[in-house]
């Protein structure tokens, strides 16, 4: 069983930088997959980014070159570096874990916080 709890959201003006954090219990995050997705009002929860346990990274083209995952598993966190920000960035931020495989659907992560609302005005 992992629990995640996400922080860092907020309202940032476009162009504006956000780091958010994900902390996970358990004794074996270095094992998990680690996922990000975002869901704006209205739609549906997209993909994001995603990382495994030894530090490879696959993101969706809308984010490429302006976020950034990593992971830090001594403190069993991982981190959405956001840059760059556009308003269309604007929606709740989630985390999510799986051991089943580096996948970028929601279907594949069995776990989720509860989401933190990220911001961008114009």
């Known amino acids: 069983q992992v629990q995640l709890v996400e922080s860092g959201g907020g309202v940032v003006q476009a162009g504006g930088s956000l780091r958010l954090s994900c902390a996970a219990s358990g004794r074996t995050f270095s094992n998990y997959f680690m996922g990000w997705f975002r869901q704006a009002p209205g739609k549906e929860r997209e993909f994001v980014a995603v990382i495994s346990a030894i530090d490879g990274t696959y993101y969706a083209d809308s984010v490429k070159g302006r976020f950034t995952i990593s992971r830090d598993n001594p403190r069993n966190t991982v981190f959405l570096q956001m840059n760059t920000l556009k308003p269309e960035d604007t929606a709740n931020y989630y985390c999510?874990?799986?051991?089943?495989?580096?996948?970028?659907?929601?279907?594949?992560?069995?776990?989720w916080g509860q989401g933190t609302q990220v911001t961008v005005s114009s």
């Open positions: 999510a874990a799986t051991r089943r495989g580096m996948g970028t659907s929601a279907r594949v992560f069995d776990y």
